[in-house]
C-alpha cells in the first residue's frame, strides 16, 4: 500500500468527523473512502496513536467515531482545521519566494497558524511532512531583487508610471522606458511585469531581474478595463509572445503517454494513431519557445506543419550535431589559443 494513500485516507477521515454531528460508524467511513472496514480501523488506530483525540462510543447498536467538541470547536471562524492544516503544509509550494516580502509575509501567517493548531494536529503533519514533498525548479533567486520586486508591486497597486533601465537578453543591450505596471506575474520560476510600455505604445512582458533601475513617477494610469491576463497570455505557449501559428508535431509512442498526460496548450488537439503515436496540434504564439519545448523530446518527435518550424529545427540540429562531432568548439578553442595550453607540462614552486 502507498504510504500517500494511506494519509490521503486519513486526511478524509479527519475532515469527515469534524464535519460530522453525531459520528460515523467504520462501515460509513469505508462506504465514503471506497475501502474496506477494516482498512478504516488500522487507519482510526493510526490517528489515535499519532495523538489525535478520536474516540468511539455505541449509539443504538452502532459503535460512532467522533472527534471530540473541543478539537472542532476552537478553530478560529472561518477556517476549518484542514484548511488551516492544508495553509501550513502548503508553505512547501512558496519556498521559491524565499528572500521576498511575499515569504516573509507567509512565514509570520503560517507561524500564526501553528500556534493556532492542536499539538494533535501539529504531530500528524510533522509525520506528513515526512512523506510528501514539494519542489519547484529551476527557480531564481529573488532574495537578491527584493527591492524591484517590492517597488514594481507598489506601483503596480497605486498605479503609478514607473521609468526603468531595461536589460533586453536578446539583444544584450539596456533601453530606458516608460511603462504603466498593469500586473506582476509569476510563471516558471520568474517574475514578470506585463504593462504598457511608452515607447513601443503597446503591452509588453519584462522580467523583473532584468530591471537594472527603476522610479516611480507621480505620473498615475488606468488599466484599461478590456484587459484581461489570461486572454493576453492565452496564445502563448510559455511567456514569448507573437502572431499566431498553426503547429503539428509528431510524437513517437514512446513518448506519446507523457504527452497526453499534460495540457500544455489550451488550444490543443492530440489525434491517436494506430501504431501508439500521437500527433499534437495547437495555435501558438510565435515558435520560439515551442520550438525549444519540440527539441527536448529529441527524435521521438517531429514537426509536420509548419514547414518554416521544421526547417528551424533541422538547421538547429545540424549545429548540435557538428559541436557534438568537435567541429565548432574546438575550431574555435584553436582559433583563440587554447588548444596549445593543453600540451604544457605542469609546472610547481
Known sequence: MARGDQLGRQWKIIQTLISSRNGKSAAELAEGLDCNPRTVYRDLEALQVAGFPIYTERVDGKNL????????????????????????FGRDMLKVFKDTAFYESL????QKVKTTLPPESIKYLENVEQTLHLAIKPYKDYG?????????????????????????????????RKVNPYRVWFFDGTFYLIGLCHM???????????????HQTRETFKVPEDFNLDDFMGSSFGVYQGPLIHIKVWFHPDVAGYIKEKIWHESQKIHQQ?????????????TDEIRFWIMTWGSKSEVLEPESLREEIRMEAEKMAKRYEGGVVAEERQRQGYGQSLDLPLQTG
Open 65 to 88: 467515531w467522533s472527534l471530540l467538541d473541543t478539537v472542532k470547536h476552537q478553530m478560529p471562524v472561518p477556517f476549518s482545521l484542514t484548511e488551516l492544516m492544508a495553509l501550513y
Open 107 to 110: 512565514e509570520s501567517l503560517l
Open 144 to 176: 537578491r531583487f527584493k527591492e524591484i520586486l517590492n517597488r514594481v508591486t507598489d506601483a503596480a497597486l497605486n498605479h503609478n508610471t514607473i521609468e526603468i533601465v531595461y536589460f533586453t537578453m536578446s539583444r544584450k543591450k539596456e533601453t530606458r
Open 200 to 214: 513601443r505604445n503597446e503591452v509588453r512582458i519584462f522580467a523583473l531581474d532584468r530591471i537594472k533601475m527603476l
Open 274 to 286: 494506430d501504431d501508439g503515436s500521437i500527433i499534437f496540434e495547437a495555435e501558438v504564439a510565435g
